[in-house]
């Protein structure tokens, strides 16, 4: 049975970073899709971020292009998201999602309904 824990987060300023932290168990951590999603209250849930573990390859959303970087620590099979530059449209939930037992595509990699295992979520939040 996979799992997916979360951690980092918290409150931040204008401008700030945090990163977020992902370590799944349970599954063999390589050829997976991991990505992370946000939600903010009202609104529906988005992919902000993925990554394919067999290659590194990544996806980001438009709307963060730039400013946060998706990575990963095969070793302890963890993936990280680095925030920088947050603003307040960057408010939400953060969700890390796993797609295990599943072939990993990069037209999916965004996708919330491709992924079958979740992390609890963390709070983010930027004010000024």
């Known amino acids: 049975q996979g799992n997916v824990v979360q951690s980092g987060g918290g409150s931040v300023q204008i401008g700030g970073s945090l990163r977020l932290s992902c370590t799944t168990s349970?599954?063999?951590?390589?050829?997976?899709?991991v990505a992370w999603f946000r939600q903010a209250p009202g609104k529906e849930r988005e992919g902000v971020a993925g990554?394919?573990?067999?290659?590194?390859?990544?996806l980001y959303d438009d709307s963060v292009e730039g400013r946060f970087t998706i990575s990963q620590d095969n070793a302890k099979n963890t993936v990280y998201l680095q925030m920088n530059s947050l603003q307040p449209e960057d408010t939400a939930m953060y969700y890390c999602?796993?797609?295990?037992?599943?072939?990993?595509?990069?037209?999916?990699?965004?996708?919330?309904?491709?992924?079958?295992?979740w992390g609890q979520g963390t709070q983010v939040t930027v004010s000024s």
């Open positions: 990554i394919y573990t067999g290659s590194s390859q990544t």
């Open positions: 999602a796993a797609r295990w037992g599943r072939i990993c595509r990069d037209d999916i990699l965004l996708t919330d309904s491709a992924y079958n295992y």
């Open positions: 349970g599954y063999t951590y390589n050829s997976n899709c």
